[in-house]
């Protein structure tokens, strides 16, 4: 066979050999690379990949490979394997969810494998009670942390309520026009409580429970009693020393104490301050400034008059300065009760030594009696 013949016939053959081999890999999914999501990308990046789910709406199957390499996993190196574990091989299995937030909620318990200290503390969550109850629309931990741009809240503080925007929205619009959110939202303040500062992060408790109510006045003083962070911006932390050491704060206190369940209507930071709208002191719109305290007191104590207001000290400890009565009253039974005290144990301290002596003398009489006779 000459050489020419040869090649002629070879030539189909190799020509077959390079359509077979193209074929399959057009049908196979892009070998693994140094990346180990290269291969998930690869698919998962073409735009307007999407599967239908039973109730009709479209799921999309497409990442931001930017936003995901800019994410906390991005960061860290987690895989797409990482959270999607039971994909296996390709092609994938169809997915069992009915609707996409069924598709949500039988994904985010991923996260346990990670995260199982924060998953826990979610249990014990007014979310998680929500979510057992039947609730879907209950956050889960996507809701708030992102899918494939999970992010650090904590890296801008704003964020961490905004999250919580997107399911309390006409909470967040009170918030945001109080002294704390507004120093938050626009001047990026980082000493002003955030939500989670105040109702925590991942065990989230009922605000309508006695327990959180009556544990309200201790949340209010993390800051409210921290003389460095009160210093700073000229506050005193007698808000919250006079608070305790009144009426209100007293009972309060022994409730917390013996009856931490008991509903009480005793008075808390937030019943005169306000929940999620407080506003400076000497804010027109305060609800503690003079001229809206009759009104707020009367949410207690309806049949305040008018001069009612005037039994509050507005937190200040009475001095010569302010409210001099109070401050001379204060003074007087601080000197009187303790001498009265003093009096009565010197008194009957005299009365035991009298006593004691006699007995002693007449013990002394009855010995010499004897020897006499």
């Known amino acids: 066979m000459t050489p020419a013949l040869r090649t002629r016939n070879i030539a189909p053959l190799i020509i077959l050999l390079g359509v077979l081999l193209m074929g399959r890999a057009q049908a196979a999914p892009p070998q693994q690379g140094p990346d180990p999501n290269a291969t998930c990308l690869a698919c998962h990046t073409v735009p307007g990949r999407t599967v239908t789910l039973p109730s009709g709406e479209e799921l999309s199957l497409v990442v931001d490979a930017q936003a995901?390499?800019?994410?906390?996993?991005?960061?860290?190196?987690?895989?797409?394997?990482?959270?999607?574990?039971d994909v296996g091989d390709y092609p994938h299995p169809p997915l069992v969810a009915n609707d996409y937030r069924d598709f949500q909620v039988d994904r985010y318990r991923v996260c346990r494998d990670c995260h199982p200290d924060q998953y826990a503390a979610t249990l014990d969550s007014v979310h998680a009670r929500e979510l057992a109850a039947g609730n879907r629309n209950a956050p889960l931990c996507t809701d708030c942390h992102g899918a494939h741009n999970v992010v650090h809240l904590a890296e801008r503080r704003a964020n961490i309520s905004l999250a919580c925007r997107q399911c309390h929205a006409a909470i967040f619009d009170l918030y945001r026009q109080s002294v704390h959110g507004a120093a938050l939202l626009e001047e990026a303040n980082p000493d002003v409580p955030t939500c989670i500062d105040c109702h925590n992060v991942h065990s989230i408790q009922d605000p309508h429970q006695p327990r959180f109510r009556l544990t309200s006045p201790e949340v209010c003083g993390k800051c409210h009693a921290d003389?460095?962070?009160?210093?700073?911006?000229?506050?005193?932390?007698?808000?919250?020393?006079?608070?305790?050491?009144?009426?209100?704060?007293?009972?309060?206190?022994?409730?917390?104490?013996?009856?931490?369940?008991?509903?009480?209507?005793?008075?808390?930071?937030?019943?005169?301050?306000?929940?999620?709208?407080?506003?400076?002191a000497d804010d027109p719109n305060s609800s503690v400034v003079r001229e809206n305290l009759l009104q707020t007191c009367r949410r207690c104590h309806p049949d305040a008059e008018a001069n009612f207001p005037a039994s509050w000290t507005s937190h200040f400890i009475p001095d010569r300065e302010h409210?001099?009565?109070?401050?001379?009253?204060?003074?007087?039974?601080?000197?009187?009760?303790?001498?009265?005290?003093?009096?009565?144990?010197?008194?009957?301290?005299?009365?035991?030594?009298?006593?004691?002596?006699?007995?002693?003398?007449?013990?002394?009489?009855?010995?010499?009696q004897p020897e006499r006779r």
């Open 227 to 280: 003389e460095a962070l009160m210093a700073k911006y000229g506050i005193s932390t007698q808000v919250f020393n006079t608070y305790v050491a009144d009426f209100h704060g007293t009972t309060v206190t022994l409730f917390e104490r013996e009856s931490p369940d008991q509903p009480t209507n005793k008075a808390v930071c937030f019943d005169c301050h306000g929940v999620h709208d407080i506003r400076p």
């Open 323 to 368: 409210y001099p009565l109070v401050y001379y009253v204060n003074l007087f039974y601080a000197i009187l009760i303790p001498g009265m005290i003093g009096f009565m144990v010197l008194f009957v301290s005299l009365d035991a030594l009298r006593r004691l002596t006699l007995r002693l003398r007449r013990s002394r009489r009855i010995q010499e």
């Open 68 to 85: 995901f390499a800019a994410s906390a996993h991005g960061q860290k190196g987690v895989p797409c394997l990482g959270c999607h574990a």
